[in-house]
């Protein structure tokens, strides 16, 4: 209801009815509606809206707040009439909003890429600076924060519950001086340092729970060190401070987190930033007490009923409400859950390091000279010194360095380690060199291949300066998917080829197999195109690419038909993702017997 | 260098240095997604490396540990939204089934309000 106070005339069906001046509105508190976010989706709440057009009479004053959408106001019956035209338009600013987030990751993934390339450039700072502005001035336009804007018009009984409106964010001096540290890539420290990773840890929960019906606002009580308000913002963290007594999932959270695993204010910015998952029990309780408080006046209200069978009834209704609420409020299980999650996640993190002391949770400091500076130093240091002879220098000291810390038996050939690169890096002839300058020309080959299948993996434009993505063989592989799966008459010959070129891009090579499970969400307990759907999809995906890299599955080619007959399920025991191959229809897993006529398997290229 | 102490001082700094930069080559390595083998291969091929090629190693091991970490928080994600869609489910069902308590209470009201009358 963007515009939902704005004075309108009367819609022509509404002009037979008489008008009431405002000051004699009446105030309808008592049909004011609160939408708890974590209870009620979308159209649930346009549906109540819709319903409550039919019920409220015409001269009183319905105060609606769609905090989903950042939007309060009050407003006449006919407002909301002449508003009730608009929904479309709320309908298009979800939608909206939903391509802002969008549109805030793909730049989010562009910045990152080209801090990245301008890392590996060795540009001076201030040309991080300059990205950091360029890039939050190109979201700007595009970000929505919410601003408290007061109590708004409610009763004075009503809980203190603070509104918000929309605004645009400009941003300030602070914002930019955030931007400027939010830069990661820079001479002295070209990893994240240990709050990041509550940082990724909280921006992915917010983007996950507010991508469908979640989008609170309010601002942080305490801002743990380099987490702050600012930050959040930034990241579209924007957390409610409130504590509801002891109620909320994630209150007590930090009990669960191990100090082996985070510091103090890892714990305080993670507590904050579980508040407001879906699970919070908040408003649950006006939910419960919303329907329980009809049934009471219904009871005590009631003319046949003894006096035994009353106090009977209303001892049964409190019953409910307890049992209701031992449910709803035993958060303890779900914290513990959510801290195994997140222990578990920051020993993964660790265990890529033999020397997790050393490395932490993803933690390196780079000496604040790279290399190259080294040598130029050096050669500046070395009165007639040389630049090569200061290279070899600099590089064998560095390689001192490494094998300091390298315990690996240095009797192998270099050709059959060139040969386990090669092999690694898909480049089968750079394992057969047999002199220095030939190795050095080999292993440069090897970097390429590795450079490409990084930038391929984790979406990055380049790598080292080399190893760009190809574009012409995804857009091949995508044109003979199309065809495949729209089943294409002219070629009956078309095949879904899970063969190793198809592997490294993965989002395109999941998709089929994600199609066959997207199609029928229902048949998992999901309603289609819901925000649980979605996410779903998106856990399959994941699920669907680890199980393809990791099974046999990755040379498997479905025939024509599979289709409709096969659905396939990533299935993950003891850490290993296999493939379940079920009947499409009666989702009972299949014998190979049964399902081999669709399928056909290739060795490995 | 006019003064040959601070000339020999100075060049072992750089020394130090560079042996540091190894070290942390040498950590990013063990940090990396490399299979155990390729880990084997590299820190085998590391004393072939000239300068170009051990920052250009430097370069890939940073992106490969940039991207792990990232695909790994991902993980962590999806986790923690499954466990807080499996709470969401929990508190549903206790909503529907206090929603159904009070029908079956409303009916129970009926039936001895009938009986009353």
Redesign the interface.
């Known amino acids: 209801m963007p515009d939902g106070n704005k004075k309108r005339g009367p819609s022509p069906e509404r002009r037979a009815q008489p008008e009431v001046p405002a000051e004699q509105q009446e105030k309808v508190t008592d049909l004011e509606v609160s939408f708890a976010l974590?209870?009620f989706g979308y159209e649930r709440r346009l549906r109540i809206l819709e319903g409550l057009l039919d019920n409220v009479p015409a001269h009183k004053t319905l105060s609606v707040d769609i905090s989903q959408l950042g939007v309060q106001a009050s407003v006449t019956k006919k407002e909301i009439e002449r508003a009730a035209d608009k929904m479309k338009d709320l309908e298009a600013l979800q939608v909206r909003l939903d391509v802002i987030i969008e549109r805030q990751e793909e730049l989010s993934k562009r910045y990152a890429a080209e801090a990245?390339k301008i890392a590996?450039r060795e540009k001076p700072a201030a040309d991080y600076r300059e990205l950091a502005v360029r890039t939050n001035a190109e979201l700007a336009p595009e970000i929505l924060v919410k601003k408290k804007v007061g109590r708004g018009r409610r009763a004075p009984e009503e809980p203190d519950v603070e509104r918000h409106e929309i605004r645009r964010w400009k941003p300030t001096a602070e914002d930019r001086e955030a931007a400027e540290r939010s830069v990661h890539f820079n001479k002295e420290i070209?990893?994240v340092p240990r709050p990041s990773?509550i940082e990724?840890?909280t921006k992915?929960?917010r983007?996950?729970?507010t991508r469908g019906d979640q989008e609170t606002a309010g601002g942080m009580e305490q801002e743990p060190r380099g987490f702050g308000k600012t930050a959040a913002v930034e990241s579209g963290l924007l957390l409610t401070g409130k504590d509801m007594a002891g109620t909320l999932?994630g209150v007590d959270l930090a009990q669960h987190l191990s100090r082996k695993h985070f510091s103090s204010a890892e714990r305080i910015a993670l507590r904050k930033s579980?508040v407001e998952?879906?699970?919070a029990?908040h408003g649950?309780v006006s939910?419960?007490d919303e329907?329980?408080a009809v049934?009471r006046q219904?009871?005590r209200s009631?003319r046949?009923?003894?006096p035994e069978?009353r106090r009977a009834?209303l001892r049964?209704?409190a019953s409910?409400?307890g049992?209701?609420e031992e449910?709803?409020f035993d958060t303890v299980p779900?914290n513990g859950?959510?801290a195994g999650?997140?222990a578990?996640?920051a020993e993964?993190?660790k265990g890529?390091?033999?020397?997790a002391e050393?490395?932490g949770v993803?933690f390196?400091?780079?000496?604040?000279?790279?290399?190259?500076t080294?040598?130029m130093?050096?050669e500046g240091?070395?009165?007639g010194g040389r630049k090569e002879h200061a290279?070899?220098?600099?590089?064998n000291?560095?390689?001192?360095?490494?094998?300091?810390?390298?315990r690996?038996?240095?009797t192998?050939r270099?050709q059959?380690?060139?040969g386990?690169?090669a092999h690694?890096a898909e480049i089968p002839n750079a394992g057969k060199a047999d002199s220095?300058p030939q190795?050095?020309v080999a292993?440069?080959e090897i970097?390429d291949g590795?450079?490409a299948i990084?930038?391929r993996?984790?979406h990055?434009s380049s790598?080292?300066?080399?190893g760009d993505t190809q574009a012409e063989p995804i857009e091949h592989i995508a044109h003979l998917e199309e065809d495949a799966v729209e089943g294409d008459a002219e070629d009956s010959e078309m095949l879904l080829h899970f063969a190793d070129a198809v592997v490294r891009d993965g989002d395109r090579m999941i998709d089929p197999l994600i199609r066959v499970m997207r199609n029928t969400p229902e048949e998992f307990g999901f309603t289609p195109k819901s925000d649980?759907a979605i996410?779903l999809e998106?856990?399959l995906e994941?699920a669907a690419r680890k199980m393809l890299t990791q099974s046999g599955l990755r040379n498997m080619r479905l025939l024509e038909g599979a289709h409709d007959k096969l659905a396939i399920l990533p299935v993950e025991k003891n850490g290993v993702w296999r493939a379940a191959v079920l009947d499409a229809g009666t989702r009972e897993p299949l014998t190979d017997e049964e399902y081999y006529p669709y399928i056909k398997t290739e060795p490995r290229a | 260098m006019d003064d040959p102490q601070k000339g020999a001082a100075a060049l072992a700094v750089l020394g130090q240095n560079a042996r540091n930069s190894g070290r942390e080559i040498a950590r990013m390595l063990a940090a990396s997604s490399f299979s155990s083998e390729e880990k084997k291969a590299w820190a085998n091929l590391v004393p072939y490396m000239d300068l170009a090629l051990l920052k250009r190693f430097t370069s890939l091991l940073a992106a490969d540990l940039e991207g792990t970490v990232a695909e790994q928080a991902e993980d962590t994600m999806l986790l923690l939204k499954a466990a807080a869609m499996k709470r969401e489910f929990a508190v549903s069902h206790a909503k529907k089934d206090a929603a159904d308590g009070i029908r079956a209470l409303e009916q129970e009201l009926v039936t001895l309000e009938r009986a009353h009358a």
Do not use: C, W
């Open positions: 974590d209870l990245r590996i070209r990893f990773l990724r840890a992915g929960i983007y996950l729970l999932p579980l998952l879906p699970g029990s649950v939910d419960f329907m329980g049934m219904r009871i009631s046949g009923l003894s069978n009834l049964e209704l409910l409400r049992r209701y449910r709803v779900f859950e959510v999650i997140l578990a996640g993964s993190l890529h390091s033999r020397e050393i490395l993803y390196l400091h780079v000496p604040d000279h790279d290399l190259p080294l040598a130093s050096y240091a070395v009165a290279e070899q220098v600099i590089g000291y560095a390689t001192q360095g490494f094998l300091a810390e390298t690996d038996d240095r192998l270099p059959e380690m060139l386990t690169l690694g220095l190795v050095r292993l440069g970097m590795y450079g990084i930038a993996r984790f990055l790598v080292g300066g080399k649980d996410f998106r856990f994941k």
